[in-house]
């Protein structure tokens, strides 16, 4: 009998559920949209959406599952009780408000930590944990822990990706001690490797959703580096470019850098490194300016290989986290010129120039050189886009087939920890 894996990609905007057969075939999709989703109730949309979209497949496929995995929103944190009951509204990926929490962390691990942000998981645990109407909590949980967890009933788990802006030292595969300074360790979730075993479905869900009790939970991953394994890469040089609202940058590494002044860090990949970075130039700027049909007429009209003459640096609003982090920094989109196709030419170019300059940024702090791109993203689609890209980087860029987080959580589902390359497991 054919088995499935279910991948489930918890967006910012709603839940893609994906069910792969061994052939990486897709089964069954089903998807919900959130709609405009506030921490107030984002616990119970999540625990709703998440029931709701997998009884939503069929039920030949439910009762064929074979493994589940979750991806969600870098540094989405909850607290809750032993009962996976939030005790407080979710602080979503984007809450700033930990300002006083993140300078104690710079204080005491340096500015150049990646858990050393307003907005990482570690600076909203320990906001949280200062909180006197929260009683105490039995967990500090990312988006993608929680959800794992109403699924096995097996709480207090976490993945080497979810929990790096936690604080997690990924590389001894251990809480720093630095990081029990702050918080309460026995409070923090137990890391394991992405696609590892949690544990069979819980029996009570399992009898509910119509799938088989024998069917596995693993550990989850991020949304963008769910994104990532969609594509496919696998080899050191080779990089996804997520092409959506902001610009995302993930290069295959052989060596692990980190640069908190410029926005880069490295996720946990085996033997390798995710390296990376995300802009906030992208789609939104073009937005701003042109509707689909504008830019599918335009489009066709830009010569690629010549230079517009322009030097944008579009952003949508001041601010930028990478190839620079400065949230002081102006946007550059003057001069403006008469023809609408000229204009337009000059923004893809200038998103081109933002994203070359990310991957010699990677490159000047010891990444692997980058040697190949795959696109992702509503930007893929765009072919002249593509060649002044592939110009300015000086290397192929190629179209990922499958873009879909989901599908790259299902490959989590299916192939657990061996879409990792690993000498030796840790």
């Avoid at 050191?236 to 940058?249: C, F, N």
């Avoid at 337009?344 to 990310?358: C, N, P, S, T, Y």
Wanted: charge should be neutral; hydrophobic fraction near 45%; aromatic fraction near 8%.
């Amino acid at each position: 009998m054919i088995r499935y894996a279910l991948g489930l990609d918890f967006g910012t905007g709603g839940v893609r559920a994906m069910a792969l057969a061994p052939t990486e075939e897709i089964e069954a999709a089903e998807r919900i949209d959130f709609g405009d989703l506030s921490g107030a109730d984002a616990a119970q949309v999540w625990r709703d959406s998440l029931f709701e979209v997998i009884a939503k497949l069929p039920q030949g496929v439910r009762k064929r599952l074979a493994a589940i995995a979750i991806d969600g929103t870098s540094a989405s944190v909850l607290a809750c009780d032993a009962e996976l009951q939030a005790l407080h509204p979710p602080l979503l990926y984007n809450d700033a408000r930990a300002t006083v929490e993140a300078a104690r962390i710079r204080e005491i691990a340096g500015p150049e930590h990646t858990a050393a942000s307003t907005t990482s998981g570690l600076a909203k645990v320990l906001w949280l944990q200062a909180q006197p109407n929260i009683e105490a909590p039995r967990f500090f949980l990312n988006q993608a822990d929680w959800l794992a967890a109403l699924l096995s009933g097996r709480p207090g788990l976490s993945d080497y990706h979810n929990a790096l802006k936690m604080g997690f030292d990924v590389e001894a595969r251990r809480w720093p001690a630095w990081v029990g300074q702050l918080a309460r360790l026995e409070r923090m979730p137990r890391v394991v490797a992405p696609g590892s075993e949690i544990g069979p479905i819980e029996r009570n869900q399992a009898n509910k959703l119509g799938i088989a009790s024998d069917c596995l939970i693993r550990a989850g991953t991020t949304d963008s580096i769910a994104a990532f394994l969609a594509a496919g890469v696998s080899r050191p040089g080779e990089a996804v470019t997520s092409l959506g609202t902001t610009l995302v940058l993930k290069l295959l590494s052989e060596r692990r850098v980190e640069a908190a002044r410029y926005g880069v860090y490295s996720h946990w990949f085996g033997d390798l490194w995710l390296a990376g970075g995300a802009s906030n130039a992208g789609g939104s700027v073009l937005r701003q300016f042109f509707g689909d049909v504008e830019l599918a007429a335009l489009s066709p009209e830009i010569d690629p290989q010549a230079d517009s003459g322009l030097d944008y640096y579009p952003l949508p609003r001041p601010g930028e986290r990478f190839p620079v982090n400065d949230p002081a920094l102006p946007p550059r989109l003057e001069p403006r010129p008469a023809s609408d196709r000229q204009f337009l030419h000059g923004l893809l170019e200038g998103l081109a120039r933002i994203e070359a300059q990310g991957y010699q940024r990677l490159a000047e702090l010891g990444a692997t050189p980058l040697t190949r791109v795959i696109s992702a993203g509503g930007g893929a689609r765009n072919p002249t886009y593509g060649r002044i890209r592939q110009r300015l980087l000086r290397v192929e860029v190629a179209t990922a087939k499958q873009q879909e987080a989901a599908f790259g959580a299902g490959r989590l589902a299916l192939h657990g920890t061996a879409l990792f390359p690993l000498q030796s497991k840790p």
